[in-house]
């Protein structure tokens, strides 16, 4: 069974501070994927990877950063956290494009 | 890039069959359907997933016409652990991949 581990479930920062979230997965999957999930708007794709060292931007990446130096692993930043990035914050992975994604169980960040 | 529809919310009894339809006007060619389930504080999981016509696994059906511009999630005699949020999701295989996800269908099923 595919794992998807996001290192934190909850998470509280202040305002300016470098925030990260990581997320691993351990079957191999050449693709990664980072959402935002706010009420009422469903999941948003914030970056996604297709492979190492490889990033695109998905619907909302301003303010974010990613990223991916070790296949297994796709880090997303917050380089100067606002109280508009409270949110909770998926990871996915699938083996490729046509296939399903995977996804962690979340972290909830709470900006102060 | 591919944007869906789908109803906000459903009620249903169990025992009824549920079907939740998400519109795609703008699928693309080589775009799958795939939709995914959510439990509070958890992440999506997988339900089904297709191109056309119709599949069916152990937990769903899914149909799609022959335009491919919508799609409808069944789920036969619900019950009340099928209460979650279903999530419609077309993608641009092959190449550049950038998922859509649609805003989710919040399913209560009743006693």
């Known amino acids: 069974d595919v794992k998807v581990t996001q290192s934190s479930r909850y998470l509280v920062k202040r305002t300016g501070e470098k925030v990260f979230l990581e997320c691993v997965q351990d079957?191999?999957?050449?693709?990664m994927f980072w959402y935002r999930q706010d009420p009422g708007l469903g999941l948003r794709l914030i970056y996604f990877?297709?492979?190492?060292?490889?990033?695109e931007k998905g619907d909302i990446p301003e303010g974010y950063s990613v990223s991916r130096e070790k296949k297994e692993r796709f880090s997303l930043i917050l380089e100067s956290a606002s109280t508009n990035q409270t949110s909770m914050y998926l990871c996915?992975?699938?083996?490729?494009?046509?296939?399903?994604?995977?996804f962690g169980d979340g972290t909830r960040l709470s900006i102060l | 890039l591919a944007k869906t529809t789908q109803p906000i919310s459903m009620d249903s009894y169990e025992g009824q069959e549920v079907n939740i339809t998400c519109s795609h006007n703008?699928?693309?060619?080589?775009?799958?359907i795939t939709w995914y389930q959510q439990f509070p504080s958890q992440g999506p999981r997988f339900i089904i997933q297709?191109?056309?016509t119709k599949v069916t696994n152990e937990v769903a059906s899914l149909f799609i016409p022959a335009d491919r511009k919508s799609s409808t999630l069944s789920l036969p005699r619900v019950s009340l652990s099928d209460t979650a949020v279903y999530y419609c999701?077309?993608?641009?295989?092959?190449?550049?991949?950038?998922?859509?996800f649609g805003r989710g269908t919040s399913l209560i099923v009743h006693p």
């Open positions: 990877s297709y492979d190492v060292k490889m990033k």
């Open positions: 999701l077309v993608g641009e295989s092959g190449g550049s991949y950038i998922p859509t």
């Open positions: 079957m191999d999957h050449e693709n």
């Open positions: 996915a992975s699938s083996l490729n494009s046509d296939q399903p994604q995977h």
């Open positions: 703008n699928i693309a060619t080589n775009d799958y």
């Open positions: 297709g191109y056309k």
